[in-house]
């Protein structure tokens, strides 16, 4: 057994990589790297078994802006073991690891664990943290122009890259920069509809479900009311529209405990770093 970190340029072990996080969560990462988005950003620190991955801890690097301030960061994701290696402290080792490497390189590490690992990472120094979900009843439907995008053709993915990679943070007060490769794994994956509102320049990603409206993201080059732009997706029958980031105002807006499958830690790497309470980490930047 060998540590190696990043498989991506090596096809044998990238293969295995994906064939375990088939296994472990029932994601593949073969799109996301053939079409470009598996950058220097998204590194793994994995064991290797001859040509196999057997454990793996990958870190993705983040740009924070909280409270208006430049804030850098990695989460940690994508944490897996064959099932042949399990209960011999893998995990634990590549962690310590990735800690020893970043340490003194970004201001905290956080990370998003399922219900049976809640007792792991707080060994760590890794402590729980809520979110908060914010939420508003909308005002008048306005008139938006806006064109679904189709990710199997290049050129809509190509825009909405572009505008992801680029944006501005969603919010000065908790927002991210530098996260398009995540943002396209969402866009790729997931069965949220993406749709470009072409007059505002922006690329949003939202679901309607009856008289509830969730608004996953908003990815502009230039800053927007995110509050005018989610009232026009809003139609006649929306009632709630549910904000999964936190948006620049909040004033007047239902605030309630997040409650998600996964539980959001955070472990400061300098003193009075991190991540604020009452904050909604942007679900298209989770990893």
Known sequence: MEFRKNVRENQNLRDSFNQLADDTFGIHFGQW????????????????????????????????????EEKKAIQIGTVMTHPDYRNR???????????????????????????????????????????TLFSMVPGTAGEVSMRKLDMEEKADRDLAYGIARDRLPVSTRFGMRNTGELFMFYA?????????????????????????????????????????????????????????????????????????DEVLFV??????????EGVKHPLTAQA
């Open 188 to 260: 790729l994956y997931s069965f949220l509809d993406l749709y470009y509102l072409e007059e505002e320049g922006t690329v949003v990603m939202f679901q309607r479900d009856g008289e509830r409206l969730d608004l996953f993201d908003v990815a502009c080059r230039e800053t927007v009311d995110v509050r005018k732009i989610a009232e026009k997706l809003a139609d006649d029958d929306t009632r709630q529209i549910v904000f999964h980031f936190t948006p620049e105002e909040t004033e007047g807006m239902r605030t309630d405990v997040f409650e998600g």
């Open 89 to 131: 402290g893998l995990s634990k080792d590549l962690l310590v690891k990735v800690l020893d490497e970043y340490r003194d390189q970004v201001d905290f590490v956080y990370l998003f664990a399922n219900q049976n690992v809640l007792e792991f990472y707080p060994k760590f120094g890794f402590r729980a943290q809520q979110e």
């Open 267 to 276: 472990l400061p790497m300098k003193i009075g770093e991190g991540i604020p």
């Open 33 to 68: 790297y053939e079409r470009g988005y598996w950058t220097e950003k998204y590194v793994p620190f994995s064991f290797i078994e001859g040509d196999r991955v057997i454990a793996n801890v990958s870190v993705n690097l983040i740009d924070f802006t909280i409270e208006g």
